[in-house]
């Protein structure tokens, strides 16, 4: 699977937007881009996934660039509750199971 | 719906006891997955199952066993427990045909002394 390179942290105010990027250089073609978060002391959520067209939900939307080396995670209006540890993973879906890294750790303040 | 639920939520063992840890889940889903998270750290993988009847090694499956009970159920069992065993154990499971949205349970908090 290939390797993902995050920020370690961001700061975010509430109720503005969270843009979270990731870089994955060496996704393959058949790769999918996977977000997850976890909030503190609790088991990682899934929020997203795509593999090469935009794609959008209730909690967030995702925006993978032409060339699929990098994408972002936006959280459109954050709240305090968004605070958390985000993981982006790339992921063959002939695989197995997911490779979380460190992720990158949001604060949203008041 | 409870979604993936997991027991005992706290443990604490001396080295060298056993124990077994116990996850189910109500969603039918095929695959289930053990992951341990140490302090400031990402999650790893232990061993998962892929369907009901197959157990495989992950990253870091060593001390460690699995028993797929049935399809609802994925047990992870330390026969004898070690200090580099304390961790934050989460089990997870996913339906292979939605992709691989896994959903995690709320995890079991271990420390070996």
């Known amino acids: 699977d290939a390797k993902t390179t995050q920020p370690t942290s961001m700061d975010c105010a509430e109720g503005r937007a969270a843009n979270l990027p990731c870089n994955h250089s060496?996704?393959?073609?058949?790769?999918?881009v996977y977000w997850y978060r976890q909030i503190h002391s609790q088991g990682p959520q899934y929020i997203i996934h795509?593999?090469?067209n935009n794609e959008t939900n209730e909690m967030a939307s995702l925006i993978i660039t032409e060339d699929r080396k990098s994408s972002t995670l936006i959280l459109p209006h954050a709240t305090l509750r968004d605070t958390a540890v985000y993981y982006c993973?790339?992921?063959?879906?002939?695989?197995?199971?997911?490779?979380f890294g460190k992720g990158t750790t949001l604060s949203v303040s008041s | 719906n409870a979604g993936v639920t997991q027991t005992p939520k706290f443990q604490v063992l001396k080295t060298g006891q056993s124990m077994t840890l116990q996850c189910a889940q109500d969603?039918?889903?095929?695959?289930m997955y053990w992951y341990r998270q140490d302090p400031g750290m990402g999650l790893r993988l232990i061993y998962y199952?892929?369907?009901?009847?197959?157990?495989d090694k992950g990253e870091v499956p060593n001390g460690y066993n699995v028993s797929r009970l049935n399809k609802r159920e994925f047990s992870l069992r330390l026969e004898s427990a070690a200090p580099s065993q304390t961790s934050v154990y989460f089990c997870?499971?996913?339906?292979?045909?939605?992709?691989?949205?896994?959903?995690f349970g709320p995890g079991t908090r271990l420390t070996v002394t």
């Open positions: 997870a499971s996913s339906e292979r045909s939605r992709g691989h949205e896994q959903y």
């Open positions: 060496t996704i393959s073609g058949n790769e999918y």
């Open positions: 795509g593999l090469k």
């Open positions: 993973i790339v992921f063959n879906q002939a695989g197995t199971a997911l490779i």
């Open positions: 969603m039918n889903h095929n695959s």
């Open positions: 199952s892929a369907s009901e009847g197959t157990t």
